[in-house]
């Protein structure tokens, strides 16, 4: 039984002139759905001003980012999980919390 999985799901599919798999159709499913999740669980985090959700939601951003972008610089490990996503993350972090310093003094 598992091995007819296996069998099925390996087996090449054209969709709209690309020849894939289920298996990988499947796993970019996956990826887009994390993906938009990230990008958008940071918003209640911000409304609510919770700093720990903020940070954990934008370094999971920062992490599904340099997955998909896949730049060539960040191939290795060390650019794909330290260099891009760390500062990414503290950036954006520091932007929340200076923007909140500067709406306090406008309003």
């Known amino acids: 039984m598992k091995s007819r999985f296996i069998e099925i799901t390996n087996k090449s599919i054209k969709v709209y002139d690309a020849e894939t798999t289920l298996k990988e159709l499947a796993m970019e499913f996956l990826i887009n759905f994390i993906y938009a999740f990230a990008a958008n669980i940071m918003v209640p985090f911000i409304v609510l001003k919770s700093d720990i959700g903020i940070f954990i939601s934008f370094l999971l951003y920062a992490y599904m980012l340099s997955y998909i972008l896949n730049r060539d610089k960040y191939e290795s490990k060390l650019g794909r999980y330290i260099l891009m996503p760390l500062p990414y993350t ?12 500067l709406a306090k003094l406008i309003i």
């Open 90 to 101: 503290l950036g954006a972090f520091t932007a929340i919390k200076i923007g909140y310093i």
